[in-house]
């Protein structure tokens, strides 16, 4: 069981937008602004999209953006592409045994 | 471009030690990051392993601290993990990563590579 809540799946057509869910407590999400994001096509390597909540690394698409309330921080993907189908997965630093928690991982399907 | 790149026997002996090298490219183990390992266990979530900086300190998941080593080789640009008493509840996709310890994230991964403990 991982330490943060996702969803396993969620769905959307082409051009719609989605969001996913990522729930930890107050000792990870909920008590700090360290929550990142990450894509994962599987056989690569993962890559960030989202760090310290709301912000983008350079090159990343602006339909990809995060928000954080309470325990829960949310990615939302708008225009929906193909290759945006993948696995995303996000983390927290924690104040915790381990600098970092992450999630179980949400496999994102374009319909 | 930071890549790094994940090296070692995709096979291990139940009570054997799994040996996994990182190599660094595009820039130097020496910066101030964190260098570390996480794992995916089949049909799981992501597990962090441990980290080392190029002084040499470590950090380790207390869950795994008995049977893991991190060490550095700053001469070659490259970090290793050692998974000692293996079993088949070690079997996953091993990762390696650069941590930035500001943003507290990895900015960056390799792209994994699959151990499997059996006999």
């Known amino acids: 069981q991982s330490a943060l809540t996702q969803p396993a799946s969620v769905s959307g057509s082409p051009g719609q937008s989605i969001t996913i869910s990522c729930t930890g407590i107050s000792s990870d999400v909920g008590g700090y602004r360290f929550v990142s994001w990450y894509q994962h096509h599987p056989g690569k390597a993962p890559k960030l999209m989202i760090y310290k909540v709301s912000n983008r690394p350079s090159g990343v698409s602006n339909r990809f953006s995060g928000s954080k309330s309470g325990n829960t921080a949310s990615l939302t993907i708008s225009g929906l592409q193909a290759e945006d189908e993948a696995d995303y997965y996000c983390?927290?630093?924690?104040?915790?045994?381990?600098?970092?928690?992450f999630g179980g991982g949400t496999k994102l399907t374009v319909l | 471009q930071v890549q790094l790149q994940e090296s070692g026997p995709g096979l291990v002996k139940p009570s054997g030690t799994l040996s996994l090298t990182c190599a660094v490219s595009?820039?130097?183990?020496?910066?101030?990051?964190?260098w570390s390992w996480v794992r995916q266990p089949p049909g799981k979530g992501l597990e962090w392993i441990g980290e080392i900086y190029h002084s040499g300190s470590t950090n380790y998941n207390p869950s795994l601290k008995s049977r893991v080593i991190i060490s550095v080789d700053k001469s070659k640009n490259q970090f290793s993990l050692k998974l000692s008493s293996v079993t088949a509840a070690d079997t996953a996709i091993y990762y390696c990563?650069?941590?930035?310890?500001?943003?507290?994230?990895?900015?960056?991964w390799g792209q994994g590579t699959l151990v499997t403990v059996s006999s």
């Open positions: 595009g820039g130097s183990i020496s910066s101030s990051n964190w």
């Open positions: 983390s927290s630093y924690t104040s915790g045994t381990t600098p970092v928690v």
């Open positions: 990563a650069r941590f930035d310890g500001d943003l507290a994230t990895i900015d960056y």
